[in-house]
């Protein structure tokens, strides 16, 4: 498996097609995370805007791969642990610009409450930032596992199909991802910090669950 990361990591770096999704992002951030502004705020923009990003690193994952390459990487490892490396390579991005966007709120924001009145601790911030974004990121992934090869085959679907998912999840109050940032929005209006143990591990069920899935099925369509 770890051969297996090690390629598609390669293979994920030198496409390039990494690089519109992260552009995005630091876009997003660069737009959202204001220089003085509350810092439980800025953790929750920074994790709301990594849910599309991670569908979207997730459809670069599972479809860069040639057909003929794909074939022989599944000839020889198996097409349920060669899809699982593509996801996984996906997360491990994903997890990377969680880290820098949970770095950049720190270095930006003022660690006070919505009103600036009261004091908010950064590391216990920050760590409720970073599962938040944690959080955003496996659903995400989870998104991209299901809305794309081999669950959904076609562009025309797997494209609308995941970005509407992805909107979704991000401001339906019954979806995780929503009230891991809805906790951090609405902690900053008293300087309060509510840690998404919660909705991290429900994320975490379904992105395993979806990616299990997935895996299972590219074995059958492979």
Do not use: K
């Not at 660069?30 to 991670?54: E, K």
């Amino acid at each position: 498996m770890i051969a297996l990361l090690r390629y598609q990591a390669a293979l994920l770096i030198g496409s390039h097609r990494w690089l519109p999704p992260v552009i995005c992002y630091a876009a997003f951030l660069a737009i959202g995370v204001q220089s003085g502004g509350p810092i439980l705020d800025a953790f929750g923009y920074a994790a709301g805007g990594l849910l599309p990003v991670a569908v979207w690193l997730t459809r670069i994952c599972v479809t860069n791969e040639p057909p003929a390459a794909r074939n022989c990487a599944a000839a020889a490892a198996g097409p349920g642990r060669v899809h699982l490396a593509c996801v996984l390579t996906a997360a491990g991005a994903g997890t990377l610009l969680a880290l820098l966007g949970t770095a950049a709120a720190v270095l930006l924001s003022d660690p006070r409450s919505t009103d600036h009145h009261v004091a908010v601790p950064v590391l216990p911030a920050a760590a409720a930032g970073l599962l938040a974004a944690l959080a955003c990121l496996l659903m995400g992934t989870a998104i991209g596992a299901l809305c794309n090869w081999p669950v959904l085959r076609s562009p025309a679907w797997s494209i609308p199909a995941g970005l509407t998912a992805a909107l979704l999840l991000l401001v339906l109050g019954a979806s995780p991802a929503n009230a891991a940032v809805t906790g951090l929005v609405t902690g900053s209006v008293h300087g309060t910090i509510s840690t998404p143990w919660l909705p991290l591990a429900l994320t975490f069920l379904i992105a395993a669950a979806a990616t299990a899935a997935a895996c299972a099925l590219s074995s059958r369509r492979n």
